[in-house]
Nanobody, 122 residues
Framework: QVQLVESGGGLVQAGGSLRLSCAASGRTFSSYGMGWFRQARGKERAFVARITGSGGLQSYADSVKGRFTISRDNTKNTVYLQMNSLKAEDTAVYYC???????????????WGQGTQVTVSS
């Protein structure tokens, strides 16, 4: 069982930066690939970024490539999402998720956090 708690969301102006954190419980954190997803109001939840258990591989949605960076610190059981050059369209609830399969699809993630709101004002 893995429990995930996100933090770091908030209100930021367009062009600004935020760093989201996701703290995980459990002793097998490094066994899990981690993903960040987001859900804007009235839209379906969408993939943002993912990282392998070792941290050696990452991939991103085209909409955030070059602006967002996913990383992890397995000694702290934490995954991060550094978000730069934020745009109004990045406004959403951001969720972290843990799964044993390297994939961008929600169904492959077994554990989810409660979400953290990111609001970008234009």
């Amino acid at each position: 069982q893995v429990q995930l708690v996100e933090s770091g969301g908030g209100l930021v102006q367009a062009g600004g930066s935020l760093r989201l954190s996701c703290a995980a419980s459990g002793r097998t954190f490094s066994s899990y690939g981690m993903g960040w997803f987001r859900q804007a109001r009235g839209k379906e939840r969408a993939f943002v970024a993912r990282i392998t258990g070792s941290g050696g591989l990452q991939s991103y949605a085209d909409s955030v490539k070059g602006r967002f960076t996913i990383s992890r610190d397995n000694t702290k059981n934490t995954v991060y999402l550094q978000m730069n050059s934020l745009k109004a369209e990045d406004t959403a609830v951001y969720y972290c998720a843990a799964g044993l399969v390297w994939d961008t699809r929600e169904s492959f993630y077994d554990y989810w956090g409660q979400g953290t709101q990111v609001t970008v004002s234009s």
